[in-house]
C-alpha cells in the first residue's frame, strides 16, 4: 500500500492542518519582520506599500472574508495558505482575522486533497 498500513487519510489531513498552521505563523512573522527591517526604513518602499493596502481596501470591504477563503480553497498556483497569508498581510487584516478565514479554507481545501488521495488509493491498490 502507497504510504505504509499506518499511513491513513486522517494521519495525512492532520499533518497537512499542522503543517497550515505553521506555515501562516511563519509567513506572518517573516512578513512583519521584513516590513518592520527594511520596508520601513525606505520612505519610497513604506509609501508604495500603503498606496498598496490602500488600493486593497475596497476589496476588502467588498469581498472580506468570504473572498479570502474563497482565494485559499482555489486549487490555482499562488493560492493556499502561502498565498492567503500573503495577501491578507498585504492588504492589512489583523492576524486573528486572517487565520480565522485561512484555517477554516485550509480545512476545506485539505479535505478535498486528503479525499482525492484516499480515492485514488483505492483505485489503483484496491
Not at 505504509?4 to 511563519?26: H, S
Not at 477563503?69 to 495577501?87: A, D, E, M, N, Q
Amino acid at each position: 500500500m502507497l504510504g505504509g498500513p499506518d499511513l491513513t487519510p486522517a494521519i495525512i489531513f492532520m499533518a497537512m492542518m499542522v503543517f497550515a498552521v505553521l506555515l501562516f505563523g511563519l509567513i506572518r512573522l517573516l512578513l512583519g519582520l521584513l516590513y518592520s527591517r527594511v520596508v520601513c526604513r525606505y520612505a519610497f518602499m513604506r509609501d508604495k506599500f500603503r498606496r498598496l493596502q490602500a488600493s486593497g481596501a475596497p476589496l476588502i470591504r467588498k469581498y472580506g472574508t468570504w473572498g479570502l477563503i474563497l482565494f485559499v480553497v482555489l486549487p490555482i498556483p499562488g493560492t493556499g495558505v502561502v498565498g492567503g497569508t500573503i495577501l491578507s498581510w498585504l492588504m492589512g487584516l489583523r492576524w486573528d482575522a486572517s487565520f480565522l478565514a485561512i484555517i477554516p479554507a485550509s480545512i476545506i481545501s485539505n479535505g478535498l486533497t486528503t479525499l482525492g488521495i484516499w480515492g485514488l488509493m483505492h483505485l489503483f491498490h484496491g
